[in-house]
């Protein structure tokens, strides 16, 4: 069956780097495009990134844009995100999401990043 | 960006009883592929969201038969034919024609 497993959250001060992975299984990886969402504590989702099965088709939320970075490894079946330069507004839990634009139809049960001092 | 409303931002269901949230967008949302991209999530207290309906109404694999979804252009209706106690939670709907992607702000079922 079909997995996500998101790694690399945690506490991290203003300016800081962080690397969060997203470990897949039970389907053809380098078939499918993968997302990154993130969701603020009370706060709806808000789609971070997304990467297409090959690895250069892209694109950023403008809140992200030029700090995160999205990445795939289709031999290891995982996708990251290279996160710099955090702001206290990027505290959220971030999802890995299998897909894109009709919403994604399997999460992972996320991993919570903290930036504050 | 698109600009997603969701009303009401809080619904008190009788179990048994029908509910039905409604979801308007500021743009219409027919993609160039001739597809709308308007999906619906559900997210349990403490859990990950999950996606009920994509493309407006076509229910995902597992989802029982009494949650729908309907709608054109720029409204959208998901409705619960029956509510049941496993419904509570907050739904949300996503547009995934326009980038970014935006969610509406939620809205939040509980039993009366």
């Known amino acids: 069956q079909v997995q996500l497993v998101e790694s690399g959250g945690g506490l991290i001060k203003p300016g800081g780097s962080l690397r969060l992975s997203c470990a897949a299984s039970?389907?053809?990886?380098?078939?499918?495009?993968m997302s990154w969402i993130r969701q603020a504590p009370g706060k709806g989702p808000e789609w971070v990134s997304y990467i297409g099965g090959g690895g250069t088709d892209v694109n950023y939320a403008d809140s992200v844009k030029g700090r995160f970075t999205i990445s795939r490894d289709n031999a290891k079946k995982s996708v990251d995100l290279q996160m710099n330069s955090l702001r206290a507004e990027d505290t959220a839990v971030y999802y890995c999401?299998?897909?894109?634009?009709?919403?994604?139809?399997?999460w992972g049960q996320g991993t919570l990043v903290t930036v504050s001092s | 960006d698109v600009v997603v409303t969701q009303s009401p931002l809080s619904l008190p269901v009788t179990l048994g009883q029908p509910a039905s949230i409604s979801c308007r967008s500021s743009q219409g949302l027919v993609y160039s592929d001739g597809n709308t991209y308007l999906n619906w999530f559900q997210q349990r207290p403490g859990q990950s969201p999950r996606r009920l309906i994509y493309?407006?109404?076509n229910r995902d694999s597992g989802v029982p038969d009494r949650f729908s979804g309907s709608g054109s252009g720029t409204d959208f209706t998901l409705k619960i034919s029956r509510v049941e106690a496993e419904d509570v939670g907050v739904y949300y709907c996503?547009?995934?024609?326009?980038?970014?992607?935006?969610f509406g702000q939620g809205t939040k079922v509980e039993i009366k």
């Open positions: 999401a299998r897909g894109t634009r009709s919403g994604g139809d399997f």
């Open positions: 493309q407006v109404s």
């Open positions: 039970g389907f053809t990886f380098s078939d499918r495009y």
């Open positions: 996503m547009q995934g024609t326009h980038w970014p992607w935006t």
